[in-house]
């Protein structure tokens, strides 16, 4: 049986019931988790209570559209909403809420808890993904499980947590998907073409970032990505994101981030990963955020890049020599 806290998971139920309107965001920039949560979320609230409006907001990303189509309303139109947001600790990183005076707001999310505070916050920094509570949330209440949101959360668990390498990966997250794979009868072997499949463009592309990824004497490794390469190689924003835990079993490489520039937006978006430094600290100085050894950061000048960098070299630096002092 799944060991969770049901009291929560109540609190989790009753918010989800007791409105009309809801509308479920996620954090801008999303990745699997993000998406698969959120379209999940949305699609058994919605077979579970036909008569209730629930939309899933955010801008789309055409990489993730087989998770389900985002609904695009009019944010003025639900100002007596409940407001669901799923991976994301920080109201700043919410996407599509522009406008939105929800009435209340309910947070579900793994991880470290930040700025969003309301009514009902099930926060569990032991759960490998989002989409592992999602999964927990539908399994323990009287809400609604087809194959297609259960391949959908399917796939967020094993995306966030790298195939179940990662360190909080649990037996508690086996145990989900033993469930969850049971109860909806889930075929799932045939799903992994939708994480792992590749155009040429993005695995020349992950050539490129090899063959340029500069690597310090502390073991950092690290790449700034121009807008014009991302248009040289026929990829998308989010691709270095999607490629970067590619990049894990480097042996002289302990931290590693993307850098790549948003001219659009004017920012830069980063991505940084860590075989043992903490480093979502670091994240957190440069508008960011996230996990101990995964986490993000939006930088806006070439000065906060080079801090940023430096930051992190002597993070390495720092916990190499600790390292070695413990010997």
Known sequence: MIKINNNIIKKVYKKIKEYQKIIIARHVGPDPDAIASTTALRDSIRITFPEKEVYAVG??????????????IDNENYDNCLLIVLDVPNISRVDGIEGLNYKEILKIDHHPAE?????????????????????????????????????????????????????????????????LIKASKLEFTSLYNYLYDRSLDEVRFQGYLATNMTVTENGLGYIIIPSDIIKEYNVDLATPANLINNFNFIREVIVWTFITEDIKNNVYKVSIRSHGPVVNETASKYNGGGHKYASGARITSKEDIDNFIKDLDELCENYKRASISNI
């Open 59 to 72: 801008l789309s990303v055409s990489k993730f559209k087989y998770y389900g189509i985002l609904d695009k």
């Open 115 to 179: 700025d969003i505070k309301g009514p009902v916050d099930w926060t569990d920094e032991t759960s490998c993904s989002t989409c592992q509570m999602i999964a927990e949330l539908i399994l323990k209440t009287p809400l609604k499980l087809d194959t297609k949101i259960a391949g959908n959360l399917y796939l967020g668990i094993v995306s966030d947590s790298d195939r179940f390498l990662l360190s909080y990966t649990s037996n508690k997250t086996f145990q989900i998907v033993h469930d």
